[in-house]
Antibody, heavy 118, light 108 residues
Framework: EVQLVQSGAEVKKPGESLKISCKGSGYSFTSYWIGWVRQMPGKGLEWMGIIYPGDSDTRYSPSFQGQVTISADKSISTAYLQWSSLKASDTAMYYC???????????WGQGTLVTVSS | EIVMTQSPATLSVSPGERATLSCRASQSVSSNLAWYQQKPGQAPRLLIYGASTRATGIPARFSGSGSGTEFTLTISSLQSEDFAVYYCQQYNNWPQVTFGQGTRLEIK
């Protein structure tokens, strides 16, 4: 069974750094792209970026380029999304996703809620 | 960027009736269109890919159609568990995928 298990909810202050994680299991982690999707409170879905853990090839949405960093550690089948300086506008639910087809998103993590407030 | 527009924003339908949700792309995406269902407090779930292929485990009452710029998701006989928000997604320009803003399907 494919599972994407994300790290727990975070409460941070503006300007702080953060790294959230997504551990994949039940499939070949290094063979499929794994991405991140943002959902702001009460809003829709936005693609942020995606990484191929096999060779760390990473692509970013222009909207998020330079704002976040996506990485992966294939030795522990885990992908990461990190911020160096959070803003209140980063408050959102973040989902990791895996795509077998390099197209649609076959599986989704349970989500990590990030709250940024002073 | 390919803009996806869903209509209506909210659809009120009685259980047992048919629901028809629409999704329009700002340019042709061929059949590279997926549909997802999101229930409150849950992650989205893949329903349809390739515009018309049901994902594993998705009931036959869900069907997708269309190509190019116009797509439809039809739920033939609504069950209580189908009331949720539905999103379309184009992946023709992968990895630059984009989603529609969602249609909320509510009980009438």
């Amino acid at each position: 069974e494919v599972q994407l298990v994300q790290s727990g909810a975070e409460v941070k202050k503006p300007g702080e750094s953060l790294k959230i994680s997504c551990k994949g299991s039940g499939y070949s982690f290094t063979s499929y792209w794994i991405g991140w999707v943002r959902q702001m409170p009460g809003k829709g879905l936005e693609w942020m970026g995606i990484i191929y853990p096999g060779d760390s090839d990473t692509r970013y949405s222009p909207s998020f380029q330079g704002q976040v960093t996506i990485s992966a550690d294939k030795s522990i089948s885990t992908a990461y999304l990190q911020w160096s300086s959070l803003k209140a506008s980063d408050t959102a639910m973040y989902y990791c996703v895996v795509t077998y087809s390099s197209g649609w998103y076959d599986y989704w993590g349970q989500g990590t809620l990030v709250t940024v407030s002073s | 960027e390919i803009v996806m527009t869903q209509s209506p924003a909210t659809l009120s339908v009685s259980p047992g009736e048919r629901a028809t949700l629409s999704c329009r792309a700002s340019q042709s995406v061929s059949s590279n269109l997926a549909w997802y269902q999101q229930k409150p407090g849950q992650a989205p779930r893949l329903l349809i890919y390739g515009a018309s292929t049901r994902a594993t485990g998705i009931p036959a009452r869900f069907s997708g159609s269309g190509s190019g710029t116009e797509f439809t998701l039809t739920i033939s006989s609504l069950q209580s568990e189908d009331f949720a928000v539905y999103y379309c997604q184009q992946y023709n320009n992968w990895p630059q995928v984009t989603f529609g803003q969602g249609t909320r399907l509510e009980i009438k």
